[in-house]
């Protein structure tokens, strides 16, 4: 939003593959979320595309002040307007591409799960790719970006915990369009008001605030990609 419609005077991208590339004099269109993926989109065709993997972020401040220097190492990319500069700090990934070709990004990924139309359509296609993860435990196919776009460890657990689901039920046992619909709910409050306290998230020996048994955690995904998973055993009992 602080950038868009703007014309970039100073842009550096610190990352080894884009060393040379040059964003000044490019007026931002907008910055599109897809997932857990950003793309900025310029006029000339081409889109800066991050990623945020675990440690990354991007923070925005004002033009000439001491922040917006961008001194730190830890800054892998900078965009600046006369106003505002976006500073792109421990960022996983970074591309620079024809906006044409976005699709070779992203294009394996489910419906975007914030999507404004993901009501409309998105919804329709993720529960077709869901169906076809057959009977794969349910906490795995919530993390699959390849069905939907956008669920992280937070909103599996804090989702499941909400519907009172046991993580590992068969996936074609489940509703489904209801799980998708209430983790949409829950990201879409934490992007209107900032996020709400976790009910079992990271609560890891706590006890459960709706029965009071103590959360346990335990691990979604096979090895090397597993992901951690709180849950009551009494409130999401198998």
């Known amino acids: ?3 868009a419609g703007r014309r970039l005077v100073r842009a550096e991208l610190r990352w080894p593959t884009l060393a040379g590339a040059d964003l ?10 897809y997932g857990k993926h950003l793309l900025t989109r310029l006029d000339d065709g ?3 595309h991050s990623h945020l993997r675990m440690d990354g972020m991007w923070r925005v401040v004002p033009t000439g002040t001491p922040r917006a220097s961008g001194r730190s190492p830890r800054v892998r990319a900078l965009l600046a307007d006369e106003r505002s500069t976006a500073l792109g700090i421990e960022l996983g990934m970074l591309d620079l591409v024809r906006t044409a070709t976005e699709h070779e990004l992203v294009g394996h990924l489910g419906p975007d799960l914030l999507d404004d139309t993901f009501e409309e359509g998105g919804l329709a296609e993720g529960l077709d790719r869901w169906r076809a993860r057959g009977s794969a435990p349910t906490c795995d196919v919530l993390l699959d970006q390849q069905v939907v776009a956008g669920i992280g460890t937070i909103y599996l657990a804090e989702t499941l915990f909400v519907e009172r689901v046991h993580p590992w039920t068969p996936a074609d046992e489940v509703d489904a369009a209801q799980l998708l619909r209430t983790a949409r709910a829950l990201m879409l409050r934490s992007v209107a008001r900032g996020p709400a306290p976790s009910a079992v998230h990271a609560r890891a020996g706590l006890p459960c605030p709706r029965c009071g048994a103590t959360v346990r955690r335990d691990a979604a995904r096979r090895p090397p990609y597993e992901r951690p998973v709180f849950w009551c055993a009494v409130c999401q009992a198998a």
């Open 1 to 3: 939003t602080a950038l």
């Open 24 to 33: 000044v004099g490019r007026t931002v269109l907008h910055t599109r979320p």
């Open 46 to 48: 081409r889109t800066l």
